[in-house]
């Protein structure tokens, strides 16, 4: 199976603040990969995929990029409703394989 | 517009069996596979399977910790897919979702989740 690093697993941020979040593949993944938010209680949302493509409708604030193993996921100034979890996940390969997670807290 | 909505999550003993539904409506169901998910307390997202649609064989493809145990179907004349859960852990503790498709690409719609609790 893949294994998805993602770093960090927390981050605390304050409104306006940029913050970058990574993600590293055990294999070569091409582009396949989504990036998901996620609030308590609620399903997740997916933000972008193909590695940098954004879901339609998703602000401008959040853009990523990378391809192979290694993606950067970031947020350019952080709104109130940006605190909540971000994953990555794969879909390269079956089983298709999630990060741990990254918690963006306000500081 | 399109909807998915999960139920028939509930408490039950470990080693028991659950189905859970996800009903769906606002598209064309034959058209797209389902998938299902699942967010454990205090875990990450955990992709668990999903079921191709029938022009594509209507096959299934599981992750290893549920393969043997879960079964996803369909039942397109319901727009309805399913997942039969058996031998029951408690590790399988969590709030269950289905999705539209294969979350491969552009738009990614899901459910909005069904608890299960798996407790003695």
């Known amino acids: 199976d893949i294994q998805m690093t993602q770093s960090p697993s927390s981050l605390s941020a304050s409104v306006g603040d940029r913050v970058t979040i990574t993600c590293q593949a055990s294999?070569?993944?091409?582009?396949?990969l989504n990036w998901f938010q996620q609030k308590p209680g609620k399903a997740p949302k997916l933000l972008i995929y193909d590695a940098s493509n954004s879901d339609p409708g998703v602000p401008s604030r959040f853009s990523a990029s990378g391809s192979g193993t290694d993606f950067t996921f970031t947020i350019n100034s952080l709104q109130p409703d940006d605190f909540a979890t971000y994953y990555c996940q794969q879909y390269e390969n079956l089983p298709y394989t999630f990060g741990r997670g990254t918690k963006l807290e306000i500081k | 517009e399109v909807q998915l909505v999960e139920s028939g999550g509930a408490l039950v003993r470990p080693g028991r069996s659950l189905r859970l539904s996800c009903s769906t409506s606002?598209?064309?169901?034959?058209?797209?596979?389902v998938s299902w998910f699942r967010h454990a307390p205090e875990k990450g997202l955990e992709w668990l399977g999903f079921?191709?649609?029938?022009?594509?064989?209507?096959?299934?493809e599981y992750a290893a910790s549920v393969k043997g145990r879960f079964n996803i179907s369909r039942d397109d004349s319901k727009s309805i897919a399913y997942l039969q859960m058996t031998s029951l852990k408690t590790e399988d503790t969590a709030v269950y979702y289905c999705?539209?498709?294969?979350?491969?690409?552009?738009?990614?719609?899901w459910g909005q989740g069904t608890l299960v609790t798996v407790s003695s």
């Open positions: 079921i191709r649609k029938k022009a594509f064989g209507g096959t299934t």
């Open positions: 999705a539209r498709g294969y979350c491969t690409g552009v738009v990614c719609y």
């Open positions: 606002g598209f064309k169901f034959d058209d797209y596979a």
């Open positions: 294999q070569d993944i091409n582009k396949y």
